[in-house]
């Protein structure tokens, strides 16, 4: 995975974004016929905080990945701040479990949209391939530290 911790102006408590890569199996049986297709998505979840986490999405997510560093941390600082916002996450697995059976309803739900509209008929399913994998954990840290 991909890890890095840095100062910015962008946030005033300790923010961490997560780049995730969810995997679905979307299974469909068609004249009988069953197939199984495998999707792959990223998502970006972010939390402001951690002893009172508070969790962003939407566009509060897409501004802080275009935040700029305004500082760099000692490596050691670094590591910490990796090594906390890991040990956050593994005390939250529901939180990433809960994140993959909501994108591959919404998965579920644009395929059928299509199929619909193409008037193809049909059974389908999806359902994620757990656990999430975690692509990338980015530390964002006030720069009035």
Known sequence: ??????LTDAVDV??????LRLRHQLSY??????????????VTLAVKGRSQPEWLSGDAVSAL????????????AVQRE?????????????RLEDLARERAA????DHERVREAARD???YSVSPCLPVDVMGI?????DAL
């Open 65 to 76: 990945l275009e935040c700029t560093p305004s500082g760099n941390l000692a490596p050691e």
């Open 121 to 123: 008929v049909g059974q």
């Open 29 to 42: 049986v068609r004249r009988r016929e069953p197939f199984q297709v495998m999707a792959e998505e990223t």
């Open 82 to 94: 990796i090594r906390a916002a890991l040990e956050f996450l593994h005390v939250q697995p529901q």
């Open 14 to 19: 300790v923010t961490t974004l997560y780049l």
């Open 1 to 6: 995975a991909r890890c890095a911790a840095t």
């Open 106 to 109: 919404v998965l579920l739900a």
């Open 138 to 142: 980015y530390v964002l840290l006030p």
